[in-house]
């Protein structure tokens, strides 16, 4: 383990501007809570948590207050206060439709935090019972995705991945993080690595992120369950497969899952997440997340309750700059453009960045593809881009999905190298949509193909013993007459029988 | 010249009687033009094609008696598949046979129900379950939305609903090309 680990490069990258001084400068502030707080009951991966309280209610800090169904997490009040309304509300949702969310009236005086039982002996429990806490905490991926945490608990695993490799420009929250809670990364990852039996657990920080490895050796000084390796910045090398990559030289199969390896990646906040909820019961209701870009006039990280209206984040930011442009959750890479600051801060917000007119280049008119292929010598996944944009724009799904769309994880490089400014990505993500949905109308028509045959099969069926009662019937009255001449007994006898056997098969029939 | 035309008659007389038995011997069982029709139809079952489903309508075109305009389910996107299963020119819907909607899927509405199974029995999917004097309920992971259950509500309970509103049915528009006057905008498509 105290071998320097080797280090395998990715395909495609590249090494983008940083900007990350601006959100690191100072530490981490708690931000203030703010006096309403809007929870949307979907923040995850899955299905909508169901609501537990009623308006009117008093909740207070910890409690549940939704839980999963199916695949899903709970959700947990990140304050005291009373929950005023169950009602649909702006989201940070591409589509800017509204979603049910729980709205909660803030009142710090409503009531002591209910957390759950602290487990600090964890190492004498057993893993399904920890797994059960991380469930029980409404933990998700804090990198963004917002898989259900417990979810990617279930298979035995060799290695366990912690991603610190934090590689989109602006975003320094997981920075922060370990500068300030690298035991709880630790911790986190211990435990994590408890529950799915992982012999080898590695910590990977990106090298130019020097104060967190500087804190992350410190936590793991003397101890060696855990590796950490410095990483080389290349975007986007905190890309769960290209991390996997980088360190074990293995690529994850097209469709397949890390585990599939052996090897699992988590986020360094679910992993402090997972060590604040079984070491201190605390639930996932407060997260770090960097307030910066040109547009804001004061970057910094915050540590802000789940819910969290984004102007009021913007606001401890030190508000807007006059040239602010354009409102981003996530990362200018991969992030969303936000149409309002109205909407909350949800588990895998990482980010919330302003960006000034300088720095768009969206409006800049769109040319032809003059087929470069730079999009395909930056592209982390190997594919085609631009084949995949001609496919797309001439509608020939097959194609697309012969060129491995579903592997786009959705990084932005090729539109960000691309000299003729096409928007590839807006390409791949209405194209991913629109596999999802042909795959599903096509299950859709599979199923009612087969239940119309069934229909029609089960009708023939019944009409077929509808007519063969009907032979029977008669075939059975002109005996019964013909056995009458000669014995009135054997004649009365078959006539019972007869009548018998009829009602047994209407009582079939009714039954 | 003479040996040539009987060469090349005898020729084509040899391969042609080749060919016929080659027809015969390898022929295969069932209908394969009408599974590959069937395979393209949308499968709602509505019969606004006129016939009793999709696949004897899949069974009409391969025969060559329907058209491969009159699915309305299928609309512009299914046309163009027949057409180009087949080798011939795309055409528009006929409007004969209805127009293209949204995707719907059928709803009961409970209260109203009053148990009489004729929804059950027009069901060409069996997507409806209830029992006499029961309540009835829609399946929705099975409803096709063929609305072939509206017309025998004695109590008109059952509405359409769009299949895929809201958040969760929400899908990115296609994107649209950024031009300007630099580009020949009639060369892109």
Known sequence: ?511 | MATAVWVLGLLGVALGALLGWVAVRFRRAGAPLADAIDKVLPQTQCGQCGFPGCRPYAEAIARGDADINQCPPGGEAGIRALAELLGREPKPLSADHGVEKPKVLAVIDEAECIGCTKCIQACPVDAIVGAPKRMHTVLDAECTGCELCIAPCPVDCITMVPARAGLAGWRPSRPLPRLTALVDAARLP
């Open chain 1, 1 to 511: 383990m105290n071998a320097p680990q080797r280090l395998f490069a990715f395909p495609g990258g590249l090494r983008l501007p940083e900007h990350k001084d601006a959100a690191t400068r100072a530490p981490s502030r708690a931000c203030p809570l703010p006096p309403r707080l809007v929870l949307p009951l979907s923040q995850h991966a899955g299905q909508a948590a169901r609501p537990e309280v009623a308006p009117g209610e008093r909740v207070v800090r910890g409690q549940r207050i939704a839980r999963a169904e199916g695949l899903g997490a709970h959700l947990h009040a990140p304050a005291a206060g009373v929950v005023v309304a169950i009602e649909d509300h702006p989201v940070p949702h591409a589509s800017g439709l509204p979603a049910p969310c729980i709205v909660i009236d803030v009142d710090p005086a409503a009531g002591e935090a209910a957390l759950l039982p602290a487990l600090p002996d964890w190492p004498a429990i057993e893993p399904a019972a920890l797994r059960a806490r991380i469930e029980d905490a409404g933990i998700v991926g804090l990198g963004g995705a917002a898989f259900p945490t417990a979810g990617k608990l279930g298979r035995p695993i060799d290695l366990l991945v912690l991603n610190g490799a934090e590689c989109e420009p602006w975003i320094a929250c997981d920075e922060m993080l370990l500068r300030e809670r690298a035991p709880a990364v630790r911790d986190g990852g211990r435990i994590l690595a408890r529950i799915v039996g992982a012999s080898r657990i590695v910590l990977a920080i990106e090298d130019r992120m020097h104060g967190a490895l500087a804190a992350a050796r410190e936590a793991l000084a003397g101890a060696d369950d855990i590796a950490v390796v410095a990483v080389p910045t290349i975007y986007p090398e905190g890309g769960e497969r290209q991390l996997i990559r980088v360190l074990t030289g293995a690529e994850v199969p097209s469709g397949g899952l890390p585990a599939d390896l052996g090897v699992l990646c988590h986020n360094v906040g679910t992993a402090a997440a997972v060590a604040d909820a079984v070491l201190r019961g605390l639930p996932l209701v407060e997260r770090y997340v960097s307030v910066t870009g040109a547009g804001v006039a004061d970057p910094v990280t915050l540590r802000a309750a789940i819910g969290t209206p984004i102007e009021w984040l913007v606001a401890q930011a030190g508000g807007y700059r006059a040239d602010a442009e354009r409102l981003v959750m996530g990362g200018p890479m991969m992030g969303r453009a936000l149409p309002t600051d109205a909407v909350p801060l949800v588990k895998a917000a990482n980010c919330v960045l302003v960006l000034t007119a300088a720095e768009l280049r969206d409006d800049a008119p769109e040319l032809p593809c003059i087929r470069c292929g730079e999009c395909v010598r930056v592209c982390p996944a190997r594919l085609l881009p631009q084949q995949l944009h001609w496919h797309l724009r001439a509608g020939d799904f097959d194609e697309v999905e012969a060129h491995a769309l579903r592997d786009c994880i959705e990084c932005g490089l090729c539109a960000h190298v691309c000299p003729s400014h096409i928007p590839l990505v807006e390409w791949y993500r209405w194209g991913k949509t629109e596999l999802r949905v042909r795959a599903e109308d096509r299950r859709r028509s599979d199923l009612a193909r087969e239940r119309f045959e069934a229909r029609k099969a089960r009708l023939e069926r019944e009409d077929a013993e509808r007519a063969a009662r009907l032979a029977a019937r008669r075939a059975s009255a002109p005996a019964a007459t013909a056995g009458d001449a000669d014995d009135p007994v054997a004649a009365a006898l078959a006539r019972a029988e007869a009548k018998k056997r009829g009602a047994a098969t209407e009582d079939a029939d009714g039954a």
